[in-house]
Every structure is written in C-alpha cells, then in structure tokens.
C-alpha cells in the first residue's frame, strides 16, 4: 500500500519469545495505529500514536507495547509471545484520525 | 456484543448478479460510517464513507446507504465481477473511536 510498509510480512515464534513488527511511513501523517484482526473479530485496537513519543493504548493492550521514536517509525513489541497472540496484525496511518490507509499486514504465528 | 454486526457473514454470487450486505450498529454518538473493501492477504482499502446527513453514495457499482434513524447501513454491488470476491467491513466511528464490523466475506464465482 502506498506510503505505508509493514515488516516483515510473515513470522513464526517460538511461545516466550520477544516479537518487534514495525510500520513505516512516508506520508508524514501524525496519527498512527495497531490493530489486530481474527477470525470472527472485527479489527481490534492493540495501540496507538498521535505523535512522536504520545502513545495511548487501545482495547486489547495486555501483552504489547509500542514505541514511536520518530514519525515514520511505529514498533509493536510483544515482549513474551504467547499463542493468544498468533493473529494478523495491521498498521494503519490517518492525517486527521479519520480516515485510515491500512498496510499489508504482518502474519504472525506463535508456536 | 459488538457494536457493530454484519450480515450475512459470508455470500457466494454468481458473476454478474448484484448483491447487497447489511450493517446494523449501535455506536453512539454517531460520526460517520465506512465500508472498506479487503482483498485477501492485504490491508483494508476505504470505499465510502456516509455522515449523518447522507442517505446514499455511490462509487462506480459500489452504492452505499445509510438510515441514521435505524442505525442500518446496507452496500449494494451492482454487476459483480470477479474481482469483487473480498471481505467488505463496516466501520462506524464515534467521536475519536473506530468501532469494526467483523465483515462479510464476498465470492464470485464465474
């Protein structure tokens, strides 16, 4: 998706293990976003940024932590995966917390 | 509960037929309403977007409706093409809070 890139697209962890997806930006839009989505789920709010270093956590927080160090740049850390966590995890970016434009996705799978 | 619910959740069409997918929310207070199209294994890609005073909006076969009094929006696709099999989710937003439809899930078949 144009100006929004999420790595990597796939990974596979081990349960205990610590997992950082990052999302990165081009379009220099303040707002940035988490989410995950499972089957039957609609996508779920893991955390989000309205800024450089302003975090706030969303509805299903417990387990991740994320960080925004620069614009471009949102991590999302899991720091002890654990099976629960096997989803696929999207980032979003929004000029105006409005519209979104969503990246690829990163598959992730907790063994 | 979620807040918003989408029917049916999955649909199998013929090329060519029109089909219509039905959101029904209780998100309150209401700011807009959109419908993303989700191709498999990307992200999801915005198709309209509905605020409180518009009833209708359409985007090429895609037409979307929205009845704020009944908090129902529906999404007609004219016309189908095989290139409509996706997942169509409905989004409703109140105030800074995106509240997610699980979606239906959409196959044409030639």
């Known amino acids: 998706d144009a100006g929004i890139t999420q790595s990597p697209r796939h990974k596979v962890t081990e349960t205990g293990t610590p997992v950082t997806l990052r999302c990165h930006q081009t379009e220099n839009h303040r707002y940035m976003y988490w989410y995950r989505q499972d089957p039957g789920h609609g996508l779920r709010l893991i955390h989000y940024s309205y800024g450089v270093k302003d975090t706030d956590k969303g509805e299903v927080s417990d387990g991740y932590s994320v960080s925004r160090s620069k614009t471009e740049d949102f991590l999302l850390t899991l720091e002890s995966a654990t099976s629960s966590q096997t989803s696929v995890y999207f980032c979003a970016i929004s000029y105006d917390s409005d519209g979104y434009t969503f990246g690829s996705g990163t598959r992730l799978t907790v063994v | 509960k979620n807040q918003v619910e989408q029917s049916p959740q999955s649909l199998i069409i013929l090329e060519g037929k029109n089909c219509t997918l039905q959101c029904n929310y209780t998100v309150s207070p209401f700011s807009n309403l959109r419908w993303y199209k989700q191709d498999t294994g990307r992200g999801p890609v915005s198709l309209t977007i509905m605020t409180f005073s518009e009833n209708t909006k359409s985007n090429g076969r895609y037409t979307a409706t929205l009845d704020a009094d009944t908090k129902q929006s529906s999404l007609h696709i004219t016309a189908s093409q095989l290139s409509d099999s996706a997942s169509y989710i409905c989004?409703?937003?109140?105030?800074?809070?995106?509240?997610f439809g699980a979606g239906t899930r959409l196959t044409v078949k030639p």
């Open positions: 989004v409703v937003r109140r105030n800074n809070d995106m509240r």
